[in-house]
């Protein structure tokens, strides 16, 4: 039986904890909750520890107490445009006529890790994009294939060295060991696409509050990931500015009233809104509020598009772009997104999952259930690994204990 897991999207507009486990379905049980409004972070970067280590204990206690899981160690989420991504090569040599161990595929991707990286910067993730077996190429998974050369295409990560740490000292600070920390579009994919959108070729868009990340998965696995500094949070500050409304008004409007499409608003239609000095409430323009929200998010469609193209993977994309993140929620979001960007577009919802569905089952919880999936595929690939040994050392001890029977004296 696989323990629970326990993970923390540290996210500019919220912190979520979340504690799941797999069923023998293979879905996700979420057993406990915790949602707080983020304080200390800037653009998905710790700028406040004190602040984010507070905001993370609270939703990590709100997690505990639903769940009764003590959540020591947890699988945390990373972002911020100080995350660079490349592609490279490894090679590992199979010595003697024999099939690819574990051992191998860790020392081919050691191999690609092997890339000049600056020293104000470590690697976050170093993924098998594929693998080529004595030049056999489009190899998922070579474990058990004879060979004498192994070479992997591996997705490198690096995130620059403050930040990360940073990150890790809130979270320690929190009362919880960052057990391991995944790129927020990563996760996300890992929640939000199906395994077909990903082997045909997709992008993935998470529109968070301070970012927007961004990956792209063609062939089963990541080929690229970038974060664009610009996110959610645009949308208010433009509302707010706009209309002349505090931001936390400009937020809650957001809301409960924000739309992308114009159509069917006529010019009367307002509603009261908070405003400053002396006036309490003023009367607000919908149709000028969905003017604003349509601009920045257009806005942000094209500096999307410009990342597809700029990546080169565009005519790779069959199965188009799927959005996730909170901003995805808007009304109308699908519709101009097709319209920008040409092709193909869903709103993608955390898929496989149960328990709190009400609650995380949307598009703003695809990182923190993407991270779930992660751990919860990580114990379990462990746990086998374990069970792998266990079930080899008995194998050979029942063969050495024959062997030694039959060498003593009848």
Not at 86 to 105: M, P
Not at 106 to 113: C, N, V, Y
Not at 270 to 280: K, L, Q, R, T
Request: charged share 20%.
């Amino acid at each position: 039986m696989i323990a629970p897991t326990a993970v923390v999207d540290v996210g500019t507009s919220k912190i979520c904890a979340l504690v799941g486990e797999r069923t023998e379905r293979g879905n996700l049980r979420v057993l406990g909750a915790g949602v707080v409004p983020s304080r200390g972070l800037r653009k998905g970067v710790v700028v406040d520890v004190n602040q984010a280590a507070e905001s993370i204990a609270r939703a990590v206690e709100q997690a505990e107490r639903v769940s009764g899981f003590n959540m020591h160690s947890a699988v945390v989420s990373i972002s911020g445009t100080h995350i660079e991504s490349a592609n490279s090569r490894g090679i590992a040599a199979i010595h003697g006529d024999r099939a690819v161990t574990q051992e191998d595929i860790d020392r081919a991707l050691e191999s690609a890790e092997a890339i000049a990286v600056p020293q104000n910067r470590e690697i976050v993730h170093a993924i098998p994009r594929g693998y080529t077996l004595d030049g056999q190429e489009g190899v998922k998974e070579p474990l058990g294939m004879i060979g004498f050369r192994l070479e992997v295409d591996a997705h490198i990560a690096t995130g620059a060295v403050p930040p990360i740490q940073n990150l890790l000292k809130a979270t320690q600070s929190a009362g919880v060991t960052a057990s391991e920390i995944v790129f927020a579009p990563i996760a996300s994919g890992e929640a939000a696409l199906t395994p077909a959108e990903k082997e045909m070729g997709v992008i993935l868009a998470d529109i968070g509050g301070g970012t927007t990340d961004i990956a792209v998965f063609i062939d089963g696995s990541v080929w690229k990931s970038i974060v664009l500094p610009i996110g959610g949070m645009n949308i208010t500050n433009d509302l707010a500015v706009g209309l002349r409304t505090p931001f936390a008004a400009a937020e809650e409007l957001k809301i409960q009233h924000g739309r992308i499409d114009l159509s069917g608003i006529s010019e009367d239609q307002n509603f009261d809104v908070a405003s400053f000095g002396e006036e309490g409430h003023r009367p607000i323009s919908l149709r000028l509020t969905a003017e604003i929200i349509d601009a920045r998010v257009e806005e942000i469609l094209h500096l999307i598009l410009t990342e597809i193209k700029r990546s080169g993977y565009d005519n790779l994309l069959p199965a188009g772009v799927v959005l996730c993140g909170g901003a995805a929620s808007l009304p109308g979001l699908k519709a101009k997104a097709r319209e920008v960007l040409k092709m193909p577009v869903r709103i993608g919802f955390p898929l496989e999952v149960e328990g709190f569905s009400d609650r995380v089952s949307t598009p703003a919880f695809a990182t923190a259930i993407g991270l779930l999936h992660w751990s919860a595929r990580e114990s379990s690939a462990r746990s086998e690994n374990a069970r792998s040994k266990q079930t080899r050392s008995n194998a050979l001890g029942g063969l050495f204990g024959w062997a030694k029977r039959a060498l003593l004296p009848g």
